[in-house]
């Protein structure tokens, strides 16, 4: 799969802000069910192929 600059940015967005907010979980700073909330919402808003693929962390 080739990815053009703008799905590129849109994945390392996506991966970025995830290793984020599971920074937050892991530190008790939001609970597990606001994380899966935050995760679908990031995940609808930018699609991204490793979520698509079934390749979380």
């Known amino acids: 799969m080739v990815l053009n600059e703008e799905k590129f940015q849109s994945e390392v967005y996506y991966g970025t802000v995830?290793?984020?907010i599971k920074e937050w979980l892991t530190a008790g700073l939001i609970t597990k069910?606001?994380?899966?909330?935050?995760e679908r919402l990031y995940a609808d808003k930018y699609n991204p192929i490793l979520k698509r693929e079934g390749r979380q962390d």
Not at 33 to 38: F, L, M, N
């Open 18 to 20: 995830m290793l984020l």
């Open 33 to 38: 069910t606001e994380y899966a909330k935050i």
